[in-house]
């Protein structure tokens, strides 16, 4: 079946950079957008971007341009998301999701992979 | 960015309730509006796509409406299940914005 497996738990001091893999599987990976989406403690989902494995373009919220960076590898059907930078904000909760059309709803999601900033 | 807003914030109700939720958006999204039920510990889930379109497997007690600025999610008969927090996402344009959520309690 469709499903999207992440990679485990992340604990990052400030300033560190963190990368989050996704890997796909069930479904031809390149014809499936892929968004990132997080969410602090306490708090709701907040949208970080999307990637287009086909073809590899990506684009992000102005909220992380520049700290954040979306790739695929099509060889393993693998999505990774690296944030840099790290704070203490950046504590939360990263789902990757998967949508058919873009735009289109996220119809399959991660688990989700807990990363903690903390000195 | 398009603001989502979403009402109640919290809402108790008991099995068998009816329950409405509802969102709006900051400008007209045509009918790019889905729906999402999230649990503690679990990955959302889709409920709703296109405003009213049921995604598939989930239960027709589950109904979505509204086109514009104005959707609600209607919960036919609460069901022990569906106590969690729902979201309303627009995806009528980038950045892709959620509402704040509804956290529906037994009461």
């Known amino acids: 079946q469709v499903q999207l497996v992440q990679s485990g738990a992340e604990v990052k001091k400030p300033g560190a950079s963190v990368k989050v893999s996704c890997k796909a599987s069930?479904?031809?990976?390149?014809?499936?957008?892929m968004h990132w989406v997080r969410q602090a403690p306490g708090q709701g989902l907040e949208w970080m971007g999307i990637?287009?494995?086909?073809?590899?373009?990506?684009s992000y919220t102005q909220n992380f341009q520049g700290r954040v960076t979306v790739t695929r590898d099509t060889s393993t059907s693998t999505v990774h998301m690296e944030l840099n930078r790290l704070r203490s904000e950046d504590t939360a909760v990263y789902y990757c999701?998967?949508?058919?059309?873009?735009?289109?709803?996220?119809?399959?999601w991660g688990q989700g992979t807990m990363v903690t900033v903390s000195s | 960015d398009i603001q989502m807003t979403q009402s109640p914030s919290s809402l108790s109700a008991s099995v068998g309730d009816r329950v409405t939720i509802t969102c709006r958006a900051s400008?007209?999204?045509?009918?790019?509006l889905n729906w999402y039920q999230h649990k503690p510990g679990k990955a959302p889930k889709l409920l709703i796509y296109a405003a009213s379109s049921l995604q598939s497997g989930v239960p027709s007690r589950f109904s979505g409406s509204g086109s514009g600025t104005d959707f609600t999610l209607t919960i036919s008969s609460l069901q022990p299940e569906d106590f969690a927090t729902y979201y309303c996402?627009?995806?009528?344009?980038?950045?892709?914005?959620f509402g704040q959520g509804t956290r529906l309690e037994i009461k």
């Open positions: 069930g479904y031809t990976f390149t014809n499936y957008y």
């Open positions: 400008q007209g999204i045509s009918s790019y």
């Open positions: 996402q627009q995806i009528y344009s980038t950045p892709i914005t």
């Open positions: 990637i287009y494995p086909g073809g590899g373009s990506s």
């Open positions: 999701a998967c949508a058919l059309a873009y735009p289109g709803p996220f119809d399959i």
